[in-house]
């Protein structure tokens, strides 16, 4: 057997690149994952807050004038308080000129503290049945009113009629509750207040059953005897007369410490306190109220059968409130944590996408007049027939660079569109070590103007630095191997070097395979990213690309900035920033085409724009003492490296934040304003599409993907730079990747 030859049965050892292909697999599915787990988190973060503030899972519906016949008539004509032991309900009234205060839907940060020092200086304990959506929001202010000696009850989580809710929600707006209340004060209670609930004959056939089933919980259902309507703003004098209990009979007295400006309440209270004191009255909390009755005996009981064995008994101790410990007490910090953190994020970030929202629309608008004026200006007359003139016409000959790593597929029409150039061309294909006879297909062509240079494999920049080192002219033109020229592109793309400032020139690239789902969407991009984008940032001088599909350069100003860069993998990007910096000026030249082979697959999308992405970053990373520099250099570091990170990094990385909130509008809160939003944002940028593509003089039919593109391939790019910048946040890093090629974009002359 020929040493050679592999034995049978054993499989091929894996090569030096696809061990490391594989293990940079291995290293991205956890950043992916994390990636993943931030958008999660932040959804999750959204829908707590949502769920806070009654926009998820809120019932505004309020039940009135239900029958009640199915009441006990004992229970309708009975007191304030409800209990259940044993199958058997119970009503209490409180004893003769005692008031138990009690404030409904609070806490509030504004008039729950002022109300609590009313009490306090009038040496005064109240009831604060409390939404446990607020209890989670303002835990210090529950801690304060627990502190001061009173005590709470629950008044649900969101506030809604429980007559509508089915068992399910009526336990979670319990348990929430404890668990809001365990971790803002440390406390449980055994008192519950349902929402927009009053005297205790208003219980009807729909409200009973849920009474029923909260006190074979455990739970006190407490109404009232006076209502002191100070909802309805009437006035101090009229809030302390609603309020005053009739003929020296003790009350439940409800007020407000929530719900809109309760400054009247505040005025009221010192003033009814002082005046029942005068009368004679005590103030207690209804549970000091229950320990009173629970001494003398006093109330009515109903029976309604007998008892179910089964049924949890009511322990009503002398306090409805309760140190918590244990799971709950940790669930409840969990729970405030939570809501902490939502707080402050959601409002954050509300105000900071609102600042992206206006600077996304300015961008556009800037980019709609900057690019009129760009294209007004280099498409302008200059005597008959004539163009814009960068000076003298450039003929003399350039050196067209053709890295090329398995461009079999390839090679062949991108060497044959070179041959129809109308300007004088060297062609230098350089071999990055491909396996598949890509240098071999270019020999066999027989071009007398075709060199073919070999290299063991050494990536992009290695290839393109070893064809400048090799080049015969001055002017240095770079293309892939995947992409063919129009036969005019490279005259056209030299033509600025007749202004002895250009340095470099940025090409027109478009895509060829434009007829699929996939490279249509790329289509739009990249057309309005060459004409709307690169004409704005032609203008401001501080271009930030010029495209390895298409681009030129003085060979010495390559040169001068130590070649193409392999401290990144976005190579055009770092080179292009290094001769702003360098003083060297940078163009786009619209007129110079170039069509490139787009990824066909989803996935090799991904790999190509993580690779930009995280290349892009890369480049302004290492040029980031830009800012502070002077002349050219401080220049693009003051203006074109904020713009790029404005709109190519934190505009598009907080974007699926703005589609979340739309998402998230659409469902919680108000459908149809939210969608007529996002339709005025989708026609301003099918407006920019439009005019992008009425520049470059291409079919509008494409733009018919432009919604689905919204909905689809945005979120992947937005998914892709979230990836990216995990990566460099944890320090990861990239090889440049191979995409797989069809060699689908032939002849040049039949696109359009």
């Not at 599915?29 to 931030?38: D, M, S, W």
């Not at 036969?487 to 690239?509: I, K, R, T």
């Not at 203008?539 to 860069?565: H, K, N, Q, W, Y």
């Not at 302004?620 to 002349?631: N, Q, V």
Request: charged residues 20%.
């Amino acid at each position: 057997m020929n040493s050679t030859t592999p034995s049978r049965g054993r499989r091929r050892a894996p090569s030096r690149m696809e061990r490391a292909a594989g293990r940079a697999a291995a290293l991205q599915k956890p950043r992916v994952i994390l990636a993943l787990l931030l958008l999660l988190g932040l959804t999750s973060v959204m829908l707590l807050d949502g769920y806070l503030r009654s926009e998820i899972g809120d019932d505004a519906r309020v039940r009135d004038g239900a029958a009640y016949d199915k009441v006990p008539r004992k229970i309708l004509d009975g007191g304030p308080l409800l209990t259940f032991a044993g199958g058997t309900a119970r009503t209490r009234s409180l004893p003769g000129k005692t008031v138990a205060l009690t404030f409904d839907d609070g806490p509030t940060p504004t008039w729950t503290p002022r109300i609590l020092k009313v009490l306090e200086d009038n040496d005064v304990e109240a009831t604060f049945f409390v939404v446990g959506s607020m209890v989670s929001r303002y835990p210090d202010v529950v801690k304060d009113l627990v502190d001061q000696g009173n005590e709470v009850g629950i008044h649900t989580f969101t506030h809604v009629d429980l007559s509508y809710q089915g068992a399910g929600r009526l336990q979670r707006e319990l348990e929430q509750t404890q668990l809001a209340l365990a971790g803002a004060a440390g406390v449980t209670t055994t008192l519950f207040r349902a929402p927009y609930s009053s005297e205790i004959a208003a219980v009807d056939n729909y409200s009973w059953p849920v009474y029923k089933e909260i006190g074979d919980l455990g739970y006190t259902s407490v109404f009232v005897d006076t209502d002191s309507d100070d909802w309805k703003k009437p006035g101090v004098s009229k809030i302390v007369r609603w309020a005053t209990p009739k003929k020296n009979e003790g009350a439940v007295v409800l007020m407000h410490d929530a719900g809109g400006d309760r400054s009247e309440t505040v005025a009221a209270l010192d003033t009814y306190i002082k005046k029942m004191k005068a009368k004679g009255y005590s103030f207690t909390t209804v549970s000091g109220a229950m320990a009173k009755l629970d001494g003398s005996g006093s109330g009515v009981a109903v029976g309604s059968g007998s008892a179910d064995t089964g049924t949890r008994a009511v322990n009503v101790a002398r306090s409805g409130q309760r140190e918590a410990g244990g799971a709950i007490l940790y669930e409840g910090k969990a729970l405030i944590w939570a809501v902490a953190v939502a707080e402050w994020i959601v409002p954050l970030l509300s105000s900071f996408l609102f600042v992206v929202g206006v600077a996304v629309l300015g961008r556009f608008a800037m980019m709609l007049v900057l690019a009129r004026r760009h294209h007004r200006q280099r498409n302008r007359r200059r005597g008959k027939g004539g163009r814009f003139s960068w000076g003298p016409t450039v003929t003399r000959p350039v050196t067209v660079i053709v890295p090329a790593y398995n461009e079999k597929e390839c090679i062949a029409n991108t060497l044959d569109s070179l041959a129809r150039s109308t300007h004088p061309i060297e062609i230098i294909v350089v071999d990055d070590g491909s396996t598949d006879g890509t240098s071999a297909i270019a020999e066999s062509l027989g071009m007398p103007n075709v060199r073919v240079i070999r290299q063991r494999n050494a990536g992009k920049p290695a290839a393109l630095n070893n064809g400048v080192r090799h080049a015969s002219h001055d002017i240095v033109v770079m293309m892939d191997g995947d992409t063919v020229f129009e036969p005019d592109a490279v005259h056209q793309l030299v033509q600025p070097f007749a202004d002895p400032e250009v340095g470099a020139v940025a090409g027109n690239a478009k895509v060829g395979n434009r007829d699929t789902l996939i490279g249509a969407w790329q289509h739009i991009e990249y057309v309005m990213g060459f004409n709307l984008d690169r004409r704005m940032y032609d203008l401001l001088r501080c271009m930030p690309t010029i495209p390895g599909a298409i681009g030129a350069f003085r060979r010495d100003a390559v040169l001068e900035v130590g070649g193409m860069s392999e401290d990144t993998l976005a190579e055009d990007t770092d080179i292009t920033i290094a001769l702003h910096r360098a003083g060297r000026r940078v163009v786009y030249q619209e007129h110079a085409r170039a069509w490139t082979e787009a990824p066909a697959s989803l996935r090799q999308l991904w790999s190509q724009r993580y690779r930009w992405s995280y290349g892009t970053m890369q480049a302004l990373w290492k040029h980031r003492t830009s800012l502070t520099d002077k002349g050219p250099s401080g220049r693009f570091g003051r203006v074109g490296m904020p713009l790029v990170v404005l709109f190519q990094i934190v505009t598009p990385l907080f974007a699926p934040l703005i589609d979340v909130f739309t998402v998230y509008s659409m469902i919680f809160v108000d459908f149809r304003l939210s969608l007529l939003a996002w339709l005025a944002v989708l026609v301003v940028q099918l407006v920019c599409a439009a005019y992008a593509f009425h520049l470059d003089r291409e079919k509008y039919r494409y733009l018919a993907m432009l919604p689905l593109q919204q909905l689809a391939y945005r979120q992947m790019m937005y998914l892709v730079l979230i990836h990216s910048s995990v990566t460099a946040l944890t320090g990861g890093r990239l090889r440049w990747q191979k995409l797989k090629r069809t060699g689908e974009v032939g002849n040049p002359a039949g696109m359009g």
